[in-house]
């Protein structure tokens, strides 16, 4: 196996030697050591065994399929079953068979699941302004072609509040005609957005954005549940039902109506907290749903007193959909002509959704991610499956979806996985059998059960701790170190990723989801820029003639990086007049490169002053990606030299010897308060 790790180091020399970089072996020593840590379940482990040598195991999928090998086996369609979870094909039916008991949990995680998307579809549609209908078809569509066609597994897709949000002002400007329109359009944009690989850039979305969508979903979706206890009547209500006396559309509940409505609320809580520690074999959610079904029909409504069920604010039951154009409830009048108006009209509103719901979507793989333990290698295939979703869900006139993070997060909880798309098929199944035959059973369902059901995920979304790291961050440091504060300000993170962590939040609440992510990772980047480009400095030498001591050269070291945040500070760090005839610039150091168009100007304008003394100034010691830069510009660079140097050899190193910084790396790390010039004989 040593061998084997030697002969990769050799084929990355190569590999680098071709593309005209020279590689840092003990760099590459180190990634070959890091990437082979113990992985999560089901996926390949490396174990460290006796001689520092790793042996590489795989676990079968779900666990428990021990006679299935790596090889893959054929379908009888001629395809290959898969092997993996991100494997668009089944698994062989041996290992479905090897690993019941998880099917079983699967199956009703699924079953709670789309409980739970049923007042989340019919809230999200009154969000949007359209028909309940057009918010429950999709937790179908959307659910069954992503789960079957490349879905990650664990996650549960649908109509979501993002969606809703985005989509719900263009409905009110040109009507839910349009609506179609711009759902087909998003179908086309999350293409796009595979195609361009768009999950890679997840790597560029701080931990602080990350921590703040959640928490900002936490807010939605707990925000979206008050609608339960709103009245839901006039003729603009789901129902077109009458409304009591003295009460409008809109105002809330009131009396002992809504002292139960609150009671049962806590009492689906208390269900899912005991059904989690004491019921076996049953998801904690429907433990909770259980427990209020029985406490609605067996004892409220005996005794005289009853909340609102499903049934009674709105319409599951309602068939088939029907192809927009060919839907009998819209007439022409309603249905913008597809022409170029349509076309211009729908791009930005699609975009804006489009682009929402791919974060939303990467955003929810990362938490499914850390619930099962498990890994998705392969996240573009749910922009795929999201693009063909979209594409039928548009077609048969609904609002469309994507990945919901809330209902994701509960099915995980209730035994999905991560290894099968059992439950997301599952959900869909049902939710389409909600609609077509099941309708009256599911409207028994008391709406605070799944109320409760909700708060529950909003509660375990949202990341408690980061309280606890903003306040840190906010008080005065004489505060912090304070005997009675110290215990709960020992979480302190800088201000930057504090104040990333409120912004993503108020711009998710107020705007979208795509827009707060964006506003923090536009906080963070410019902060970092702003803190690096501080961080360039340099120590000169001085070379003297040996006879007459006069200075004949000055040589200037930099360190930091020479990019647009450090250029305006790179030209201070010179000494135009009292230097000597001829300066040289060396980029030695690991943590110094050119990296745009700033960078060379900035050497321009170095070059440029030392010229009105009649001096010259060379650049020396670039690095290969530095050189790369300046011999594609060399029309560019007018006022100073530069000189291409034989990159030496790498010094041959271990491969299992521990890693240590380079000292100017090392240093680097922690950089001088002010720029400093060191000067010395040489």
Excluded at 124 to 147: C, E, K, N, R
Excluded at 176 to 201: D, E, K, N, T
Excluded at 531 to 560: C, L, M
């Amino acid at each position: 196996m040593s061998n084997d790790l030697g002969t990769s180091a050799a084929q990355l020399l190569a590999s680098a030697d071709h593309d005209g970089e020279t590689p840092n072996l003990a760099n590459t020593a180190v990634t070959e050591l890091d990437d082979r840590k113990p992985a999560a379940n089901g996926s390949s482990n490396a174990q460290l065994m006796d001689g520092d040598e790793y042996v590489l195991e795989d676990d079968p999928v779900g666990g428990s399929a021990e006679d299935d090998g790596p090889e893959r086996e054929d379908c009888a369609c001629g395809l290959k079953y898969g092997n993996a979870p991100h494997h668009i094909m089944p698994y062989a039916p041996k290992r479905y068979r090897n690993d019941l008991k998880q099917i079983g949990k699967e199956v009703l995680a699924g079953i709670t699941t789309s409980f739970a998307q049923v007042p989340g579809s019919i809230a999200f549609a009154a969000i949007a302004g359209v028909d309940p209908l057009l918010g429950l078809h999709p937790a179908w569509i959307i659910g069954f072609f992503t789960s079957a066609f490349g879905s990650r597994p664990g996650m549960i897709n649908g109509a979501t509040g993002v969606r809703a949000a985005t989509v719900a002002p263009f409905i009110d400007e040109h009507g839910v005609g349009m609506l179609f329109w711009i759902v087909l359009m998003i179908s086309v944009w999350q293409f796009l957005f595979a195609l361009i690989s768009l999950p890679r850039f997840i790597k560029l979305v701080p931990r602080p954005a990350m921590i703040g969508f959640t928490n900002g979903l936490a807010i939605i979706i707990f925000l979206g549940q008050f609608y339960a206890f709103e009245y839901d009547c006039g003729p603009t209500s789901s129902l077109e039902k009458p409304c009591p006396d003295g009460v409008q559309d809109g105002d809330y509940r009131s009396g002992a109506e809504l002292g139960w409505m609150i009671f049962q609320v806590f009492l689906t809580l208390l269900g899912c907290v005991l059904g989690a520690k004491y019921v076996k074999g049953l998801p904690p959610s429907m433990v909770g749903i259980i427990l209020s079904v029985f406490f609605e029909w067996a004892i409220l409504r005996q005794v005289g007193y009853s909340t609102p069920t499903i049934g009674e604010t709105s319409r599951v039951d309602g068939g088939l959909p029907k192809f927009f154009w060919a839907d009998s409830q819209y007439t022409s009048d309603d249905i913008p002509p597809l022409n170029g108006d349509t076309f211009v009209t729908t791009l930005w509103p699609a975009f804006i959704a489009a682009a929402a719901g791919a974060v939303e979507a990467v955003m929810t793989m990362e938490v499914v991610n850390d619930l099962t333990e498990t890994d998705n290698p392969a996240p573009n295939q749910q922009l795929y499956a999201l693009s063909l979703g979209n594409f039928v869900s548009g077609l048969f006139g609904t609002m469309g979806g994507g990945a919901t993070i809330g209902e994701s997060m509960l099915n995980c909880m209730n035994g999905a996985n991560g290894y099968y798309r059992i439950s997301g098929i599952v959900a869909s199944v049902m939710m389409f059998l909600y609609i077509l035959v099941a309708g009256p059973a599911i409207e028994q369902l008391p709406t605070t059960s799944l109320v409760g059901v909700m708060f529950l995920i909003a509660y375990t979304a949202f990341e408690w701790e980061s309280l606890l790291m903003i306040m840190g961050a906010a008080m005065p440091q004489k505060w912090r170190e304070s005997t009675w504060w110290k215990r709960w300000t020992i979480r302190k993170i800088t201000r930057v990723d504090a104040l990333c962590i409120i912004l993503v939040v108020v711009v998710t609440l107020l705007m979208d989801l795509f827009t707060g992510v964006a506003a923090g990772i536009v906080l963070v980047s410019v902060a970092y820029c702003w803190q690096t480009g501080f961080g360039i400095s340099a120590r000169t030498q001085t070379v003297r003639d040996k006879r007459t001591g006069e200075a004949v050269k000055r040589i200037y070291r930099i360190n930091g990086p020479l990019f647009f945040a450090s250029a305006l500070r790179f030209p201070d760090l010179f000494q135009y007049k009292e230097d000597p005839a001829v300066i040289e610039a060396h980029f030695d150091n690991p943590t110094t490169d050119l990296y745009d168009f700033s960078a060379l100007h900035a050497l321009n304008v170095v070059g440029e002053k030392y010229k009105k003394f009649d001096k010259q100034f060379h650049v020396k010691k670039l690095s290969p990606t530095s050189l790369k830069l300046l011999t594609k510009a060399d029309d560019l660079v007018r006022h100073f030299a530069y000189v291409v140097e034989e990159q030496e050899e790498p010094e041959e190193v271990p491969l299992h010897a521990p890693y240590r910084p380079h000292a100017a790396q090392a240093a680097y790390q922690h950089p001088p308060a002010s720029l400093k010039r060191q000067e010395s004989m040489v």
